[in-house]
């Protein structure tokens, strides 16, 4: 989930137009490989596993709560062998990731790229630390910060057997400006740039740990929130709209694809609003 997760409809069609087309450069680059992406079945996570199949990876949707989506999002991806497949991937449930590894190493076999997409926030007001129970810290700790350190823990080994394994963290520029939907939500996202950094380190050169750090994406949370709000942020980005969770996909495939001897970074994908 990135500075919350999810821009209107007005904005839509000016951002698709903007945005190329899935894997219009790394069209079937990923071809043979399996990737996993926790959160898979939310706006922005369904997003990256689309790029990804366009790409011709094979898939793992990775799930919490919602398999019935999954594994639609499963569905509609274009074929790919081994076949794409939805997975239960509860971030905070450390045993059941060691499980899933063991599964998928039985079955596809092999796991080149892991992405990190499980998110969770929840607005409270900076200056409302009363407001901003242990029920909730404990939560957002959990999944945004401890999660993808779990995931990576359990995933690493299959990562590794190939010498070119990648984890894209999904991040959010309020790790950097301290801007978002609450204090502990900024926290933890900062604690992912950290963490990017030292398994980037830990890991190389055997796997590559990256990150992308979005603002407000327009998935179905954002464009179900206030208009005025809304409109607020659009006015506070440069690029005066927000960021299409397709363009975050393609952030995450140019990583994955392109930018293949970078590791250790937090790629901005704003539009510009960390410079507001």
Same mark, same amino acid.
């Given at each position: ?7 209107? =409809?007005?904005? #839509?069609?000016?951002? *698709? %137009?903007?945005? !190329?087309?899935? /894997?219009?450069? @790394? +069209?079937?680059?990923? $071809? ?39 594994? =639609?999002?499963? #569905?509609?991806?274009? *074929? %790919?062998?081994? !076949?794409?497949? /939805?997975?239960? @991937? +509860?971030?905070?449930? $450390? ?39 242990? =029920? ?5 700790? *959990? ?134």
């Amino acid at each position: 989930m990135s500075e919350i997760e999810d821009v209107s =409809a007005a904005t #839509a069609t000016a951002a *698709a %137009a903007a945005a !190329p087309a899935p /894997a219009s450069v @790394a +069209a079937k680059a990923l $071809s043979g490989r399996v990737a996993l992406v926790t959160g898979g079945a939310g706006g922005l996570g369904s997003a990256i596993c689309r790029a990804l199949a366009a790409a011709g990876a094979s898939v793992l949707v990775g799930y919490r709560g919602d398999a019935a989506a999954a594994q =639609a999002i499963a #569905a509609s991806l274009p *074929a %790919a062998t081994p !076949p794409h497949a /939805a997975v239960m @991937a +509860a971030v905070t449930d $450390s045993a059941a990731l060691a499980a899933l590894a063991q599964d998928i190493a039985a079955q596809p076999g092999r796991l080149d790229i892991l992405v990190n997409c499980a998110g969770t926030t929840g607005f409270v007001a900076h200056a409302d630390l009363d407001g901003l129970d242990d =029920a909730l810290i404990d939560r957002i700790l *959990a999944v945004n910060l401890r999660g993808p350190f779990a995931a990576v823990r359990a995933m690493h080994p299959l990562l590794a057997r190939e010498g070119r394994g990648l984890v894209v963290n999904v991040s959010s520029i309020a790790g950097s400006t301290a801007n978002g939907s609450n204090i502990m939500y900024c926290a933890s996202k900062a604690g992912v740039d950290n963490l990017t950094k030292s398994l980037a380190r830990a890991l190389a050169p055997a796997i590559r740990v990256v990150a992308v750090a979005p603002g407000l994406v327009d998935t179905d949370f954002v464009q179900g929130l206030d208009a005025g709000w809304h409109d607020a942020q659009v006015q506070r980005t440069p690029m005066q709209r927000l960021a299409m969770p397709d363009e975050v996909a393609q952030a995450v495939l140019a990583l994955a694809t392109q930018l293949t001897f970078s590791t250790g970074i937090v790629l901005a994908v704003d539009g510009g609003r960390s410079l507001a």
